[in-house]
């Protein structure tokens, strides 16, 4: 029973997490086209197309940004977890050892 706790503390957080980096994400999205920003009117141009015989080996860049975006948003999600979990695994056995002692 103790492992689901936990299971459920961790989706809970995480849940928590991703809602308020959605409604940031969202937010951010929504105030940016607001001002008229975007490929197709950017102040230095349109967006440049690729031409056919490009290689595309840049492109993976982003893929890179997104998983280490995934990995940093994993690191809080541990970081808040711990700082629930561990308080009450202390609390818990300090009560253990009071019942014993006394």
């Known amino acids: 029973m103790k492992t689901v706790g936990r299971i459920l503390i961790i989706l809970a957080v995480f849940a928590l997490v ?16 607001s001002n008229g920003t975007t ?11 690729r031409a056919e015989g490009e290689r595309t080996e840049f492109l993976g860049e982003r893929a890179a940004g997104w998983i280490f975006g995934a990995i940093k948003n994993i690191g809080i999600v541990a970081i808040i977890v711990t700082m629930i979990v561990l308080p009450r695994g202390w609390i818990q056995k300090r009560r253990r050892a009071a019942s014993i002692a006394g």
Do not use: K, L, W
């Not at 991703?18 to 086209?33: L, P, R």
């Not at 490929?39 to 197309?49: A, L, M, Q, V």
């Open 18 to 33: 991703m809602g308020i980096t959605y409604v940031a994400v969202n937010t951010g999205t929504s105030n940016s086209s």
């Open 39 to 49: 490929f197709e009117n950017r102040r230095d141009g349109p967006r440049p197309e």
